[in-house]
T-cell receptor
Framework: GESVGLHLPTLSVQEGDNSIINCAYSNSASDYFIWYKQESGKGPQFIIDIRSNMDKRQGQRVTVLLNKTVKHLSLQIAATQPGDSAVYFCAENTGGFKTIFGAGTRLFVKA | SAVISQKPSRDICQRGTSLTIQCQVDSQVTMMFWYRQQPGQSLTLIATANQGSEATYESGFVIDKFPISRPNLTFSTLTVSNMSPEDSSIYLC???????????FGPGTRLLVL
């Protein structure tokens, strides 16, 4: 089986509840942030992004919040479904070409 | 977003050998990146590969261990040389739209070194 997420922090939620995944970033110069979802056996998949001139951005069932004061990023998933079970990574970019990944959180959805 | 494929999808190799991983993109891209994801860990950038120039390696990664080719704007290879069990990881190819833009990832190559 896939070992991605085996040692990562885990968030367990009931199907239908809202999920909140948090991320602290380190570089105050970062101006672009991305959330990725990685399912077992697959590469990271883009979910949603936000630039530093915003503090909130909404997508379909997902919302990203950015607090630059405390260098904190969160991903909210509404009405969590079993298909949302995966490892979620936040990533930051300082305006250059490189994207740096955070530690990741494994989301487990209970049916 | 670009469609990215990698070959092989997985392999089991003996220590001391080398493996070359291929990354193919369905459109021309300027920037290609190679990441390593060790078991249960996040992604770590190995190097940035630009067409027509040598790859730029991150701290802790060297060209002798991870030689990279970038012969054109749709293809790149990463070689894991003289492998040891510590090289057992998922190796991921990624492409970027440009500065400060989203990177998209291939499915990864799962490598197990015995």
């Amino acid at each position: 089986g896939e070992s991605v997420g085996l040692h990562l922090p885990t968030l367990s939620v009931q199907e239908g509840d809202n999920s909140i995944i948090n991320c602290a970033y380190s570089n105050s110069a970062s101006d672009y942030f991305i959330w990725y979802k990685q399912e077992s056996g697959k590469g990271p998949q883009f979910i949603i992004d936000i630039r530093s001139n915003m503090d909130k951005r909404q997508g379909q069932r997902v919302t990203v919040l950015l607090n630059k004061t405390v260098k904190h990023l969160s991903l909210q998933i509404a009405a969590t479904q079993p298909g949302d079970s995966a490892v979620y990574f936040c990533a930051e970019n300082t305006g250059g070409f490189k994207t740096i990944f955070g530690a990741g959180t494994r989301l487990f959805v209970k049916a | 977003s670009a469609v990215i494929s990698q070959k092989p999808s997985r392999d089991i190799c003996q220590r001391g050998t080398s493996l070359t991983i291929q990354c193919q993109v369905d459109s021309q891209v300027t920037m290609m990146f190679w990441y390593r994801q060790q078991p249960g860990q996040s992604l770590t950038l190995i190097a940035t590969a630009n067409q027509g120039s040598e790859a730029t390696y991150e701290s802790g990664f060297v060209i002798d261990k991870f030689p990279i080719s970038r012969p054109n704007l749709t293809f790149s290879t990463l070689t894991v040389s003289n492998m040891s069990p510590e090289d057992s990881s998922i190796y991921l190819c990624s492409v970027g739209a440009g500065k400060g833009e989203t990177q998209y990832f291939g499915p990864g190559t799962r490598l197990l070194v015995l």
